[in-house]
């Protein structure tokens, strides 16, 4: 099962592109990467997922360089409203092999 | 949509007493999966079905805990008896599939064992 590596936190400023950066050095071919983002008192919930390359949805951008050993979560102009937990998560799905780490705590500050 | 329903929302019970959480997944959804994260931790898998199926239940503590999705769609999860080290909240997910297309959580019961 491939682990992940991630900063336990981050601070930024409203307005501000936040970069996210994991490690997942031995990341399998069939290997999805997935990234979820979690309030509290809430389940967390599902932000952007890719393969190879780059993904962008209305949210966020997933870049992932040619070896995938590792992805950057982007956040363009954060708000207050981003400050939660973001996870990254390596497989496929199948047989819950999608394992959550501690996650990175955002802090965003007015 | 209707998202992933949990219930109850909190529960605090005694140590050794018994406790039932209960899921309804989004419709259609044919994999659903019980999650346990305690404070400051990130979720932990305890089970997951696919239909009715148990697919994987590797990290769920059988002495104590069990679950069912009778009909495969709704489920419930059980601890009997409850130890202090299972405070914690409950998360429900589901996905259309194997979990591919990403999950979508409930909100949670936080169970609190004193």
């Known amino acids: 099962l491939a682990k992940t590596t991630q900063p336990i936190s981050m601070d930024s400023y409203e307005g501000q592109e936040v970069n996210i950066t994991c490690s997942h050095n031995n990341i399998a071919t069939n290997d999805y990467i997935t990234w979820y983002q979690q309030f509290p008192s809430q389940g967390p919930r599902f932000i952007i997922q890719g393969y190879k390359t780059k993904v962008t949805n209305e949210v966020a951008s997933l870049f992932i360089p040619a070896d995938r050993k590792s992805s950057t979560l982007s956040l363009p102009r954060v708000s207050l409203s981003d400050t939660a937990v973001y996870y990254c998560?390596?497989?496929?799905?199948?047989?819950?092999?999608?394992?959550f780490g501690k996650g990175t705590k955002l802090s965003v500050k007015p | 949509e209707a998202g992933v329903a949990q219930s109850p929302r909190y529960k605090i019970i005694e140590k050794r007493q018994s406790v039932a959480f209960w899921c309804n997944p989004i419709?259609?959804?044919?994999?659903l999966y019980w999650y346990q994260q305690i404070l400051g931790q990130g979720p932990k898998l305890l089970i997951q079905?696919?239909?009715?199926?148990?697919?994987?239940d590797s990290q769920l503590p059988k002495d104590r805990f069990s679950a069912e999705r009778l009909k495969g769609v709704d489920s419930t999860l059980k601890i009997q008896p409850a130890k202090l080290e299972d405070s914690a909240v409950y998360l429900c997910?589901?996905?259309?599939?194997?979990?591919?297309?990403?999950?979508?959580f409930g909100s949670g019961t936080r169970l609190t064992v004193v």
């Open positions: 419709s259609g959804h044919a994999t």
């Open positions: 998560l390596v497989g496929t799905g199948s047989q819950g092999n999608l394992i």
């Open positions: 079905f696919q239909n009715n199926g148990v697919v994987d």
């Open positions: 997910a589901s996905s259309f599939s194997r979990g591919d297309d990403g999950y979508t």
